[in-house]
């Protein structure tokens, strides 16, 4: 069962930028449609984007126009460029397909001060 591992949180000023990244093991990932995740404390894990094995997009609409979606199947790499961050975006981050088929990393916490 493949377990993703995410990297690249850390804790900014508002109006910041941060890059995740999050890889993943398998001989499927290349084929696979991936998605980032995050959960506030005391809220659900809600989807924030998802790209495609052709590297179609899509993204929740708060994050529109400031997060982009990317990966490199060479790599087994999905990663998310975050810029304009708000306190809002503050959250721990995860990967998973986009049918939340592998098992659930650790995260990477992503902090935004005000």
């Known amino acids: 069962q493949v377990q993703p591992v995410e990297s690249g949180g850390a804790l900014v000023q508002a109006g910041g930028s941060l890059k995740l990244s999050c890889a993943a093991s398998?001989?499927?990932?290349?084929?696979?449609?991936m998605a980032w995740y995050r959960q506030a404390p005391g809220k659900q894990r809600d989807l924030v984007a998802a790209?495609?094995?052709?590297?179609?997009?899509n993204y929740a609409d708060s994050v529109k126009g400031r997060f982009t979606i990317s990966r490199d199947n060479a790599k087994n790499t999905v990663y998310l460029q975050m810029t304009s961050l708000k306190p809002d975006d503050t959250a721990v981050y995860y990967c998973?397909?986009?049918?939340?088929?592998?098992?659930w990393g650790q995260g990477t916490q992503v902090t935004v001060s005000s």
């Open positions: 398998g001989t499927s990932f290349r084929i696979t449609t």
């Open positions: 790209i495609s094995s052709g590297g179609s997009t």
């Open positions: 998973n397909t986009l049918l939340k088929r592998y098992n």
